[in-house]
């Protein structure tokens, strides 16, 4: 009877190191799951912009477009701003790693380590509102951690 108890306590001991040696090797790929559903959730989002601006010839502020639904993941999309010629909108997931934006309605989607691409195409206070816009987005990932 003591044997048997040792062996199910060895077991258990087993399974558990095992499943605890896997864990951290799953968190790249949880990591590269959140980003993507900020960055689909903000690829919605602008499809959302477009359909608005069909029938309103305006881009629409967050208040007005219908949002993705992203089953209670903490996605975080805001719209910079808005105008008749255009739109800037973010997001990004708080347990990610990237924040992406849209300068639309013609331009990718970028993550904020790619905005030197669009340093050459604004003006110097939209490109700084922006990088503090970048900053502070990763701020309130990295305090949700």
């Not at 559903?37 to 359909?51: G, M, R």
Request: one cysteine or more.
């Amino acid at each position: 009877m003591k044997k048997k108890k040792i062996a199910v306590l060895v077991t258990a001991i087993l399974v558990t190191g095992i499943l605890a040696a896997a864990v951290p090797a799953w968190r790249p790929y949880r990591i590269r799951h959140y980003n993507a559903l900020a960055y689909n959730s903000l690829k919605d989002v602008c499809t959302a912009q477009e359909t608005y601006f069909f029938y309103h010839k305006n881009y629409a502020s967050l208040e007005n477009l219908q949002l993705p639904d992203v089953g209670g993941h903490p996605v975080v999309i805001e719209v910079l701003w808005n105008s008749e010629k255009g739109y800037m909108m973010g997001a990004y997931h708080l347990r990610g790693n990237d924040v992406y934006i849209k300068f639309g309605p013609d331009r990718p989607i970028l993550s904020c380590s790619e905005i030197q691409k669009l340093k050459r195409d604004l003006d110097s206070r939209s490109y700084d509102g922006l990088a503090a816009w970048c900053g502070a987005a990763r701020e309130k990932i990295a305090l949700y951690r």
